[in-house]
Antibody
Framework: QVQLVESGGVVVQPGRSLRLSCAASGFTFRAYGMHWVRQAPDKGPEWVAF????????HYADSVKGRFTISRDNSKNILYLQMNSLSAEDTAVYYC?????????????WGQGTLVTVSS | DIQMTQSPSSLSAAVGGRITLTCRAS??????LAWYQQKPGKVPKLLIYAASTLQSGVPFRFSGSGFGTNFTLTISSLQPEDVATYYCQECDSVPPFTFGPGTRVDVK
């Protein structure tokens, strides 16, 4: 069955960097575009970033553009999110997610999330 | 960017009651609209995609409708396990794929 397992979330000081990972299994990872979605405490979900199946296309939310970088290693079935210049507004649970139907942008599979807390 | 609004922000209804949640997009998104259910402390769960297509395994008391800018999610017979926050999301091919602010549903 499909499994998405995020890791890397910790408490980090403002201005520091962090890299999140999402280990995928149970589906052909290299065939699907992948997303990061975050959810701040008591807020709704916010789409963060997308990478196409082959890594040639990337898109970012304006709130993270220039600070976050999405990447993937299709040989290891891992999705990454490099987060730089973190601020308190980046505090959230970060989920990786994808749409199993292919070229679609809703999310039928989500990981369990990893919590990033930005605090001094 | 497309903005998504939802109403009401919260509602409470009796078990067995019929409720309708509304989602509006700031511009025409055709039927590129998804609905999610999120229970406290849990991951969002896809209920409906393409505005009206029920995700596999979702009870038939959930239904979606709408096209363009106005959409609704209806629960025909509210159950205690339906207590959750419901989010809509525009899923057109152009990012960002914006979520609405949510509607919190409680049982009286």
């Amino acid at each position: 069955q499909v499994q998405l397992v995020e890791s890397g979330g910790v408490v980090v000081q403002p201005g520091r960097s962090l890299r999140l990972s999402c280990a995928a299994s149970g589906f052909t990872f290299r065939a699907y575009g992948m997303h990061w979605v975050r959810q701040a405490p008591d807020k709704g979900p916010e789409w963060v970033a997308f990478m196409s199946y082959d890594g040639t296309k990337k898109h970012y939310a304006d709130s993270v553009k220039g600070r976050f970088t999405i990447s993937r290693d299709n040989s290891k079935n891992i999705l990454y999110l490099q987060m730089n210049s973190l601020s308190a507004e980046d505090t959230a649970v970060y989920y990786c997610a994808y749409c199993s139907a292919g070229s679609c942008y809703y999310f039928d599979f989500w990981g369990q999330g990893t919590l990033v807390t930005v605090s001094s | 960017d497309i903005q998504m609004t939802q109403s009401p922000s919260s509602l409470s209804a009796a078990v067995g009651g019929r409720i309708t949640l509304t989602c509006r997009a700031s511009q025409d998104i055709s039927d590129y609209l998804a609905w999610y259910q999120q229970k406290p402390g849990k991951v969002p769960k896809l209920l409906i995609y393409a505005a009206s297509t029920l995700q596999s395994g979702v009870p038939f008391r959930f239904s979606g409708s709408g096209f363009g800018t106005n959409f609704t999610l209806t629960i025909s017979s509210l159950q205690p396990e339906d207590v959750a926050t419901y989010y809509c999301q525009e899923c057109d091919s152009v990012p960002p794929f914006t979520f609405g602010p949510g509607t919190r549903v409680d049982v009286k």
